[in-house]
């Protein structure tokens, strides 16, 4: 159907055309369709009504989607899996991100069975490894599913997504927080996301042993990754709504501060919709 045509699309790792070369529709679709996903979210939340079967699967594929959008971007600095150009998969320099970040908030609002759908969508993909496995972590798909949201947004905030996407991790990480229920929930997703690695193979942009959320989380090792969750763990203890301004702070400076020399456009506005009739 038109979804799966959609999907493929949107999931193709095809190079960004050069310059000057033809133009690349896949920005223009992916923006229309994420759209169409928060006006769905839309009319069932102004309704007041629970989510059929068949729009949450649709909601759900395509925060699946939204994840495999940021682990096919390569880092900076990280090395190529490949002997092919690095600049992989459709540019998120536009209003595709706005409208993908949004999205992600009002999926993440329809509570837990938005992480377990995550995992039960990558367990067949590919081998995900991490310390926490031991513990109980390994019997609850919702915090590794979590924890492959975090890690792709985490990867997202270390440079493939536009800087200014940091200014919406406030609103974006509080709609996670909501989804978790409650503080240890959410600090033991957001450690899963910090330690997830892959186990045996590479996949999308990520060599096997490499963690999911970046080079910067790769470098941490176990006391940064200790250390970090403390803040975390600090910054929500607070009762204030400034506490996820605090959490942007803290992230930002754990995915390398302010990107220099970025290639990246100032923040864009929503593409226009309304065609004039001639």
């Known amino acids: 159907g038109s979804k799966d045509s959609v999907f493929s699309v949107l999931s193709s790792d095809g190079l960004e055309p050069q310059h000057g070369c033809h133009i690349d529709p896949r920005p223009t679709i992916s923006e229309a369709w994420f759209l169409a996903m928060i006006s769905l979210l839309s009319v ?8 059929v079967n068949k729009s949450k699967e649709l909601i759900y594929e395509t925060l699946a989607l939204c994840v495999h959008i940021l682990l096919i971007k390569r880092l900076d600095k990280e090395e190529s899996i490949t002997n092919r150009e690095d600049v992989m998969g459709m540019s998120l320099d536009g209003p595709q991100s706005l409208a993908m970040i949004d999205f992600i908030q009002m999926a993440l609002g ?9 995992f039960e969508r990558y367990k067949s993909q590919a081998i995900f490894d991490s310390p926490n496995f031991g513990q109980t ?5 919702g915090m590794i599913g979590g924890g492959i949201i975090t890690a792709a947004l985490f990867r997202g905030c270390s440079g493939a997504l536009p800087p200014w996407v940091i200014e919406s991790l406030p609103t974006l990480f ?3 927080f909501t989804c978790c229920g409650d503080t240890g929930t959410f600090c033991s997703v957001i450690g899963t996301g910090a330690d997830l690695r892959l186990k045996d193979a590479d996949f999308a942009r990520v060599r096997a042993g490499k963690k999911i959320a970046g080079y910067y989380f790769d470098k941490m090792g176990e006391e940064g990754v200790s250390d970090f969750l403390t803040k975390v763990r600090a910054i929500c ?3 204030d709504n400034s506490k996820w301004r605090d959490f942007k702070v803290l992230l930002k400076a754990v995915c390398g501060g302010k990107k220099k020399a970025s290639t990246f456009n100032l ?3 929503p ?6 009739r001639v």
């Open 44 to 51: 069932y939340k102004q309704a007041h009504a629970p989510i």
């Open 110 to 118: 329809t509570g837990p069975d938005a992480l377990i759908s995550i």
């Open 137 to 141: 972590i390994n019997f609850n798909p």
């Open 174 to 176: 509080a709609a996670l």
């Open 237 to 239: 203890s607070k009762n």
């Open 267 to 269: 923040k864009p506005q």
């Open 271 to 276: 593409t226009n919709w309304e065609c004039i």
